[in-house]
């Protein structure tokens, strides 16, 4: 049996975090444990978004030990995808600590160099240039604007970048008002669309009008992500109201109708906003 660390929670950053890589290796060792040595990058991706939104959760309910659990679970994910580089000889997470070191550096001229950046965005248009120059030097062809936003990403979030990206070289409505009209245009072809009854072109203006939705976002300097996450939860404590007002009223969800449960909807707002 291999020796358990002694003082696991004692050391600077850097030590646990050691500590956390040599503990990962052990799991992964011949005589380590069946299931973690087990695992290969396809079957640990799953995880790696899992525990990537349950931070998102701890950081919307603002519970501060739970997002101190839930990132050291995540930090976890990387150094497992890593030692599993490091058996296959791709490379170590020291490589990988190296990159974004290097990378930090690189990007940010305006602190360790001599650039200019004096907003947000003009920090946010160097790091677009930089990184570009640095595909064009390692023999990337030159790519077209939107191929840096990956197909993988969640739609939401993918739309989120390429309006950004579009934006940023000026392809962008003056200001928000026209993007109100472009969204009423759209709800009225959707809505012509779902009176033509052709499911595929009800599909096509839904998602537009999702694109526009997503924009208007960007206006108003909202994240479309955590907006609708809290219009998520906030639905969630509203009808777990409502679930617990009827079981209080000895009534199953068949007995009751929309009037009586919109009535505990309302009561709802108004409870779970004073608090009670």
């Known amino acids: 049996m291999s020796e358990i660390p002694s003082h696991p929670d004692s050391g600077t950053a850097g030590d646990r975090f050691n500590e956390l890589v040599r503990l990962m290796a052990r799991l992964r060792a011949p005589d380590g444990c069946p299931w973690d040595r087990k695992q290969t990058f396809d079957t640990i991706k799953p995880y790696l978004l899992e525990e990537t939104y349950e931070v998102l959760d701890a950081i919307d309910s603002q519970d501060w030990p739970e997002l101190a659990e839930e990132l050291g679970d995540l930090m976890l994910q990387p150094v497992f995808f890593a030692q599993m580089a490091a058996e296959a000889g791709h490379f170590r997470i020291e490589d990988s600590l190296a990159a974004i070191n290097q990378k930090l550096i690189r990007r940010h001229p305006h602190i360790f160099g001599e650039v200019i950046a004096e907003t947000a965005e003009d920090v946010k248009r160097n790091w677009d240039d930089i990184k570009a120059t640095e595909k064009t030097a390692k023999g990337h062809a030159k790519a077209a604007l939107l191929d840096g936003v990956s197909r993988a990403l969640p739609a939401l979030a993918e739309a989120q970048q390429i309006a950004a990206k579009a934006a940023a070289k000026g392809f962008d409505w003056p200001g928000i008002e026209p993007v109100f009209d472009k969204l009423q245009e759209e709800l009225t072809e959707l809505d012509d669309a779902r009176r033509g009854g052709q499911a595929a072109e009800i599909e ?37 109201y409502v679930e617990a007002r009827l079981d209080e009223m000895g009534r199953p969800w068949e007995e009751s109708n929309i009037d009586e449960m919109e009535l505990l909807w309302q009561e709802a707002k108004i409870a779970l906003k004073s608090g009670n």
């Open 204 to 240: 096509d203006e839904f998602g537009d009008i999702l694109l526009v939705m997503v924009n208007l976002a960007r206006f108003l300097k909202v994240d479309p992500e955590q907006a609708l996450r809290k219009s998520n939860a906030k639905f969630r404590r509203r009808f777990g």
